[in-house]
């Protein structure tokens, strides 16, 4: 399990294929973390200091470039899809699923505390999936996407769409080794939303509007989310869409089918 | 943001070093963190008696050593104080910015 995270323990997490018995990942005994740090010891006194110098979320961070390693290797790209719950990231994924998976081959990762629904719902597409379940944890992290991915398997020159939990806090800090990371605000949503959880949005590449045909009973102001978000990340790139009529989809799928 | 795991990372780095030099327990610990690194102080000595419990940390000192956050201008150049990822240049008012310092979170060294 993630060395870094006393959210969860490593027997609550499950990450399962429909239909399949689960892995726990205590059963996996994956030697990921090793440790290659050359400490120094320096006396005083009766004291001995040992210099350490290493970062908190070092495990993950090494874990995903692993994972981007894979990806790179593989010509595969990947994205991590963020929000807050509710923002419509399943409907979103589901509708970009079933409108392009004859242009390309999908592979998804579906990550929530409890529950196979998502990962129904895109089975249901016929389109490899595997749950991530991370029971008292808040975020996915590099460890557990990095199962998900082995159990998938993905071909050469496909995509990767790792759905995060539904979180605009924790999920910024860890890295999966995505190639791209994919924020999701919608109009039922505040327009501030952007500078009340600065760190997801600096830390996206993409920007999804979602739930457009809202507009006209909520008082959502586009311009104004935008503005907020370009003030922690001038270099966002927005869509705006509605992933039940379709509105503004052919952008989003443009920018995605573009990226090898 | 999620200080309880960021503690249990700490005591997973400190487990690991104890073990190396052979120690029962650990005196102190330095702690570097940014101020725009998410973590908030408040939390993680909130979190840090349970999440220490049992472990080599039990009875350390904890010595949180604040790193202010700096970014370069990207547009002008100028070298500023921030405190929020969506201020301003104070010298040209461009968001643009490298923030290079800030963001640590880091177990700088231990005291056996």
């Known amino acids: ?52 110098e290493q970062d908190i979320l070092q495990a993950n961070q090494l874990l995903a470039e692993r994972n981007r390693g894979y990806f790179l290797g593989k010509n595969i790209f ?6 807050s719950p509710g923002s419509g990231k399943t409907t979103l994924l ?44 808040c975020h996915l992290d590099s460890d ?58 600096a830390g996206s590449d993409v920007c999804i509007i979602n739930k457009i045909d809202l507009l006209p009973y909520l008082n959502f102001d586009v311009e104004k989310a935008k503005a907020y978000a370009r003030q922690v990340n001038p270099n966002l790139i927005f869509f705006e869409v509605s992933a039940t009529t379709g509105e503004g989809m052919n952008e989003w799928y443009e920018w995605l089918l ?3 | 943001m999620h200080e309880l795991s960021i503690a249990m990372g700490i005591v997973a780095i400190a487990e690991k070093e104890a073990k190396k030099a052979n120690v029962a327990e650990i005196k102190a610990i330095d702690l570097e963190i ?37 970014a370069k201008c990207m547009d002008c150049g100028f070298d500023y104080n921030i405190e929020n990822l969506f201020d301003t240049c104070p010298k040209c008012g461009s968001y643009f910015k490298d923030i290079y310092q800030g963001k640590e979170m880091r177990v700088k060294s231990l005291e056996v």
């Open chain 1, 78 to 83: 990947a994205i991590n899809l963020v929000s």
């Open chain 2, 34 to 70: 940014g101020t725009l690194s998410g973590v908030e102080i408040e939390s993680l000595n909130f979190a840090w008696p349970m999440a220490v419990a049992n472990s080599v940390l039990e009875k350390a000192e904890k010595r949180i050593h604040l790193i202010k956050a700096k």
């Open chain 1, 144 to 201: 557990m996407v990095n199962q998900a991915v082995i159990k998938l398997n993905p071909e050469p020159d496909s995509i990767v769409m790792i759905e995060n939990v539904g979180n605009l806090v924790c999920p910024s800090a860890f890295d999966l080794g995505e190639n791209a990371r994919v924020v999701i605000v919608s109009t039922t949503e505040g327009d501030d939303k952007p500078i009340k959880y600065p760190d997801m949005f």
């Open chain 1, 1 to 52: 399990m993630c060395t870094t995270c006393g959210c969860g323990v490593a027997d609550d997490i499950k990450i399962q294929m429909p239909g399949d018995l689960a892995t726990m990942v205590s059963d996996l005994n994956i030697e990921a973390h090793h440790d290659h740090t050359h400490s120094h010891h320096h006396h005083h006194d009766d004291r001995t200091i040992i210099d350490v």
């Open chain 1, 94 to 137: 589901e509708k970009t699923l079933a409108d392009n998976k004859d242009k390309k081959k999908f592979y998804v990762v579906e990550g929530d505390q409890q529950t196979m629904n998502d990962a129904d719902r895109i089975d249901a597409l016929h389109i490899p999936v595997v749950q991530i379940n991370t029971g008292k944890a």
């Open chain 1, 258 to 260: 573009s990226k090898k």
